[in-house]
């Protein structure tokens, strides 16, 4: 398990920085109406699923350690994450969409498992498209970055204020703006600049 580094997910040491650390932040989050999610994959290294038996393992894994399931060895402690965001951006693509169905069918256990993606922008997704047609998904996030043709995707402040957003907000489809970062939303403001135009 990599965390980017946010915490130690092997370490139940007070002084090395578990991540178990992080479950009151979680719940503070939750307790404020945030959603707290698990991202899957990323732009480096590799991963793949090997079959849908092994799909279904992995959700097992997912629901017992990070959603409502129980283990010993849950690596944010306590805390209950409120989904799984798929940022699967290499391999076959193949088997994503048995995963998103096995997370999918934990909601019927009581609390709702959000499932979200990130594609890339060219349509369909190579990686994630399969798992997209299975309409299990709560929300996408377009990644409009490091792909062709979007470039590097970021936008300035005014120009999306200014340009994109009056476009697009009355589509029916529109639902807001998603930061990639919130350490460089911190940096940045950019979040507080664009606040009362979303």
């Given at each position: ?60 894994y997912l629901w017992n350690n990070f959603l409502g399931g129980s283990s010993s060895s849950r690596p944010l402690g306590n805390a ?119």
């Amino acid at each position: 398990i990599n965390l980017a580094g946010h915490c130690d997910p092997y370490s139940h040491d007070p002084y090395s920085h578990p991540c178990t650390a992080l479950g009151a932040d979680i719940k503070s989050c939750q307790a404020k109406g945030i959603k707290v999610m698990l991202s899957i994959g990323g732009g480096a290294g590799s991963y793949s699923l090997a079959s849908s038996d092994d799909a279904q393992q992995v959700a097992t894994y997912l629901w017992n350690n990070f959603l409502g399931g129980s283990s010993s060895s849950r690596p944010l402690g306590n805390a209950i994450l409120d989904g799984i965001d798929f940022d699967i951006e290499g391999g076959s693509g193949l088997y994503w969409d048995d995963l998103a169905r096995y997370l999918s069918s934990y909601s019927k256990r009581g609390k709702k498992v959000y499932l979200t993606a990130a594609p890339q922008c060219p349509f369909p997704d190579a990686s994630v498209g399969r798992a997209l047609k299975t309409g299990v998904f709560d929300y996408v996030w377009v990644q409009f970055y490091n792909n062709p043709p979007s470039g590097s995707g970021f936008i300035p402040a005014t120009d999306l204020t200014s340009k994109v957003l009056p476009a697009i907000k009355g589509s029916a489809k529109y639902g807001g703006v998603m930061l990639w970062s919130k350490y460089y939303d911190d940096q940045s403001g950019y979040s507080n600049s664009i606040k009362s135009d979303v």
